[in-house]
């Protein structure tokens, strides 16, 4: 987890951007959500739950070549696809499409901002547009999410996770004591106190 020695204090998301220099102000993903080709069958791609792509059975190490496809994804109410005007295919995803990497924090209470880099250098602050939601893993632990775009979420690692659930408190919500993480004046809650103890 970064510190909050920014000197542009105020402004996660700023801190990341800079960190990832000139590759951070490309260009934004195309406009896959307006596209609606033909669907055009499964193709053997697997997103794997660390985050790895494989084509084939074979890991892609190409970092671009990810990159340039994790533009191109996009949640269908059936299953994920790679969209293009021309064309549309499925592919597995065995967990959340990304992983969120690395995680900046600035500020305290209502007013904390955070903000996340995901594997393919997406960068999203928690807020409105990229919430945070939190699921219970097979061995009853917490799962970390935040959402990069559309339908498309990032699972949070295991080390910020626990990094990101240290922030957490715990407030009265609708009169049921509950735990959970503040950001962006939103409260994002992990669990009811009555249903898994407090923290």
């Not at 190409?62 to 496809?69: D, E, N, P, Q, S």
């Not at 219970?136 to 979420?153: E, S």
């Not at 240290?166 to 004046?185: M, N, S």
Request: proline letters at 7%; charged letters at 25%; one cysteine or more.
């Amino acid at each position: 987890m970064t510190d909050s020695s920014s000197p542009t204090p105020g402004n996660a998301l700023a801190r990341l951007t800079e960190a990832l220099g000139s590759d951070a102000r490309r260009k934004g993903p195309p406009p896959v959500e307006r596209w609606n080709p033909a669907y055009c069958g499964e193709i053997d791609m697997r997103i794997a739950a660390d985050g790895t792509w494989h084509y084939m059975g074979t890991p892609i190490n190409r970092t671009a070549l990810v990159k340039l496809f994790s533009t191109v994804l996009r949640k269908d109410p059936e299953r994920y696809v790679l969209v293009t005007p021309v064309e549309r295919v499925g592919i597995t995803v065995e967990d959340a499409p990304f992983l969120a990497v690395e995680m900046a924090v600035e500020g305290d209470g209502s007013s904390r901002q955070i903000a996340f880099r995901t594997n393919v250098d997406d960068l999203v602050q928690v807020g409105p547009d990229h919430p945070l939601r939190f699921e219970q893993d097979a061995n009853g632990g917490v799962k970390p999410y935040v959402k990069v775009r559309a339908d498309l979420w990032a699972l949070v690692t295991r080390s910020l996770a626990l990094d990101l659930i240290a922030l957490g408190e715990e407030r009265d919500v609708e009169g049921v004591a509950a735990f959970g993480v503040t950001a962006g004046d939103m409260f994002f809650h992990i669990a009811s106190i009555s249903d898994w103890g407090s923290p």
